[in-house]
């Protein structure tokens, strides 16, 4: 397998040790050379997301010892016009054990021993997990005040936690100096391509579950793990012509940060830099996202909106949530939050999904 470019096309071997191509733009997995969406090739034996294998990129059947069962999370409407997908009900708690449980598995199928990542919490406690699991050393940087909870958990899982004074922002930069200087393997969500092909699942799992797509779909954007993951399906879906058309795929961001919206805003060519004020939605907190032209390019090819969570309505959110049952982190009571937002600009929206994307304990603070 191959990585490409997203910057100048060169391919290098998925194989590489390197965090992107000599010319310093980010690698991606080729996805046209993936078999047509068909309900058949699903691996119904399989209980986790690797059941969609056959659409993913992954390194032979490294995923068999690694996967912990991620995945396949409930679909539960909160009212009549909006389900939530709980995807808080994974390993460590959050989405991100979709992408961690695909990078990880390529990382031990090639032969990683010793990684770094930088994480705002809940990347950084799914990449320890996993490599736990495998036997990787592995050391996570987060930013000063990310939830204690997931610190916790980061060392529970005998990683190394490493806290950077500053932003989110700042603390990959850390991050990245170290694996710059110091050669070490960057496993990070963002950087490595082989997260996307697990958050891809999100939406064929949707798919699967309901046996169609909801009408709008609201996705946390800070760096875009998800959101990049998502695109991908729907194009694929669509590609299969399993749909006719792309659902209404609506960007969430905190109005403390809110880059893309910004981007979108001004009509500009590249991401605008953004003053980052202090939010609850400690998620998506990104200020610089490493894949900001691709996600632009993927928001303005499919016309997505960006709408931005009201700060002062997410403890409310969240209180309203949890008095129906569900119990959230700050960042998912985001979504929410940018969901009724979302109604007061664009009017009634039915047939909404959004995604539980983390679990109320790791954010109790
Ligand atoms: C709970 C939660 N939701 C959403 C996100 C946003 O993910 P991304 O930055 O990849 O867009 C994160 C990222 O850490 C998160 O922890
Ligand atoms: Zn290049």
Known sequence: MNFICSQCGKTTDSATMACHCECGGLFSLPQDHLPLWDKS??????????????????DADEWKSVSMGEGMTPIVPFNEDVLFKMDFMMPTLSFKDRGAAALVSHMKAIGVKKCVQDSS???????AAYCARCGIECEIYVPEGTSPNKISMIEGFGAKAVVVPGSRDHCADVCRSKVEEEGAYYANHVYNPYFYEGTKSYIYETFEQLGRLPENIFIELGNGTLFIGAVLAVEHLLRSKAIDKAPNLIAVQSENCAPFMETVEQNADHIVSVDVKPTLAEG???????????????????SIRVVTAPEAQILECRRQMAAK????????????????????????????LISLCGAGLKSEH
């Open 325 to 352: 049952g569900f119990y959230v982190e700050h960042t998912t009571a985001a979504a929410l939050a940018a969901y009724y937002r979302y109604q007061e600009l664009y009017g009634p929206t039915h047939d909404a």
């Open 284 to 302: 998506i907190a990104i200020g610089k996202p490493a894949r900001g032209a691709e996600v632009l390019e993927m928001i303005r090819k499919h």
């Open 41 to 58: 090739l699903i691996d119904q034996k399989v209980w986790s997301l690797f059941r969609y294998h056959a659409f993913m990129n992954l």
């Open 121 to 127: 919490g809940n990347a950084g406690v799914a990449v």
